[in-house]
């Protein structure tokens, strides 16, 4: 269901690698969250560090989106990078699994591909 891969380098260094690898497979990073952030200036305590991208490949968003509009729920792919002790995480759900809520076995092999470059994008930032 998940796509997990594990750093041992700083939380720093796996958001810079993950958006300079985002970048050469042409997904464009349309935002990043402070999860931290947002929820300490809420007053809340959360002492982990956790940010999520949102990641888009416009050419497979367009295919998608052409085939069922409803699919707009499920974009842009999001991938949480989080600090685990002293390693650094990276997960995103597999857009595959996530297909499989929309009925379209037509769209398959759009979604394995983004699911292979996305975990490409995640192993290269992590090394």
Known sequence: MFIT????KSIGEVRQGFEDAAAERKFGVQ???NVTATLR??????DRRLYVYE???PGAAKKVLDANIKIATALPCRVSIYA???EV???????TMLLQMFNEPA???TAREVEAAIGEIMREAAK
């Not at 995480?89 to 857009?95: F, Q």
């Open 5 to 8: 891969v594990r750093s041992g």
């Open 55 to 57: 990641v888009c490949n």
């Open 41 to 46: 200036s809420k007053g809340l305590d959360f």
């Open 107 to 109: 769209l398959l092999p």
């Open 31 to 33: 935002a990043i969250h």
């Open 84 to 86: 685990d002790g002293e």
């Open 89 to 95: 995480v990276l997960e995103t759900l597999k857009p």
